[in-house]
């Protein structure tokens, strides 16, 4: 099965600091994507990656960047975390050939920015 | 703007009965769909792709086509107090584009 692992279930931060969310997957798929989940707004996706090194903005980058150094890990960085970046933050992998868009989940990182 | 829209719900059919979840997409060349499934305080797992015009059924569900409408839909049938959760439907143009979510729709199977 594949695994998509995010390092923080919870974590709550102050104003200004810079965050850190870490995801890895264990089935060498060569896409990750970074999405947040607020109620009534849905699933929305703030960056995706299709190789390493490489990043693509989504439709809600804004305050937010990633890394992806080696293929099995995708951060997402907040610079200067705000209040209204508090969300439920979901990292997603899929592989580019029969199973593309069959994307498998993180079990999520809740962010709560005091 | 791509956009899937679904009725945010709560679609509420008792136990045994079929459920039915809509969802329709702007973006006409929209070629993959996908039925996601949400528990509360869980991630989402897909339970259904369609490809092609018609239906598509695997146990309990079918998946439903029809892109000259732009509409997708997903039945339940003899659902169960466990169905009941949040289902979000999914398009995308090609394997090489990210999928658009809908936000939605959350089921409530009552036993």
């Known amino acids: 099965d594949v695994k998509v692992t995010q390092s923080s279930r919870y974590l709550v931060k102050r104003t200004g600091e810079k965050v850190f969310l870490e995801c890895v997957q264990d089935?060498?798929?060569?896409?990750m994507f970074w999405y947040r989940q607020d109620p009534g707004l849905g699933l929305r996706l703030i960056y995706f990656?299709?190789?390493?090194?490489?990043?693509e903005k989504g439709d809600i980058p804004e305050g937010y960047s990633v890394s992806r150094e080696k293929k099995e890990r995708f951060s997402l960085i907040l610079e200067s975390a705000s209040t209204n970046q508090t969300s439920m933050y979901l990292c997603?992998?899929?592989?580019?050939?029969?199973?593309?868009?069959?994307?498998?989940f993180g079990a999520g990182s809740r962010l709560t920015v005091l | 703007q791509k956009e899937v829209e679904q009725n945010s719900g709560p679609l509420s059919v008792p136990e045994g009965a079929i459920a039915s979840l809509n969802c329709t997409y702007s973006?006409?060349?929209?070629?993959?769909f996908f039925w996601y499934r949400q528990y509360s305080g869980k991630s989402p797992e897909l339970i259904m792709s369609i490809y092609s015009n018609g239906d598509k059924e695997d146990g309990r569900f079918t998946a439903q086509l029809n892109k000259a409408s732009q509409y997708v839909s997903l039945l339940i049938r003899d659902s169960q107090p466990s169905d009941s959760a949040t289902y979000l439907c999914?398009?995308?143009?090609?394997?090489?584009?990210?999928?658009?979510f809908g936000k939605g729709t959350r089921l409530s199977v009552i036993a």
């Open positions: 973006d006409r060349v929209s070629q993959s």
């Open positions: 089935m060498d798929h060569e896409n």
């Open positions: 997603a992998s899929d592989t580019q050939s029969s199973g593309a868009n069959v994307l498998t």
């Open positions: 999914a398009a995308s143009n090609s394997g090489n584009t990210p999928l658009v």
């Open positions: 990656s299709y190789d390493v090194k490489m990043k």
